[in-house]
């Protein structure tokens, strides 16, 4: 049974767009939400995390919003640019537990 | 600064042959998970390490077994192949004082099973 849920399954922009991916989790004791960029042949990279108090997080182009109440997180990509066509993870894990990862999105940015 | 390195890149076995995975944590990193990823989905957490012992495990049979050595490298092993094992092996190493345990992964070791 998949403990985050994550949609789309993929999605293509345009250059400049704002792709956004979608998380749901049931899990209340999950503390932790990071996401991860994962490249054809690459182990996937830590691109941003957040806690439960806190409802939206920055760094650089990416933006974490967070609704506790609704039990979900998703990632905005601003400014898209081909480079960051990728395949992208949420993820939840509880205080010292296990990461429970969503299925992926791939993303494509087209030029 | 180095990140987590793992070995082979790559590994190709038959069916009921065994098989060992290496990692090298992060430097300063002295906690291993090991997940196991199929083609197109999330990682599967397997199990982690910290202090030579196993101190998580998810849902994977006593076939995946695991060990940390002193220095905080770690090893999978993985007996009686089956096909469906066929998948990328990652490593994350973390440090076990960060509640939160941010994970840095490895770029796995994509074993193949004929």
């Known amino acids: 049974q998949q403990q985050v849920k994550q949609s789309p399954q993929s999605l293509i922009v345009q250059k400049g767009g704002i792709p956004i991916i979608n998380c749901a989790y049931e899990?209340?004791?999950?503390?932790?939400f990071p996401w991860y960029q994962q490249f054809p042949g690459k182990g996937p990279a830590l691109l941003i995390a957040i806690r439960p108090d806190v409802s939206e997080k920055k760094e650089g182009r990416f933006t974490i919003s967070f609704n506790k109440s609704a039990k979900q997180f998703s990632l905005h990509i601003m400014d898209s640019q081909p480079g960051d066509s990728a395949t992208y993870f949420c993820a939840a894990s509880p205080v010292w537990g296990k990461l429970q990862f969503g299925a992926g999105t791939q993303v494509v940015v087209t030029p | 600064d180095a990140g987590v390195t793992q070995s082979p890149t790559h590994l190709i076995k038959t069916r009921g042959q065994q098989v060992t995975l290496r990692c090298s944590p992060k430097?300063?990193?002295?906690?291993v998970s090991w997940y196991q990823q199929a083609l197109g989905q999330g990682p599967q957490f397997i199990f982690q390490y910290y202090e030579e012992e196993e101190r998580q495990r998810g849902n994977f049979p006593d076939r995946f077994s695991g060990h940390q050595f002193p220095n905080y490298s770690s090893e999978l092993n993985v007996n009686a192949l089956l096909l469906g094992d066929s998948a990328l092996y990652l490593c994350?190493?973390?440090?076990?004082?960060?509640?939160?345990?941010?994970?840095?992964f490895g770029d796995g070791t994509r074993l193949s099973i004929l």
């Open positions: 430097s300063g990193h002295d906690t």
């Open positions: 994350a190493s973390s440090l076990a004082r960060d509640a939160n345990q941010p994970q840095h």
């Open positions: 899990n209340t004791a999950f503390d932790y």
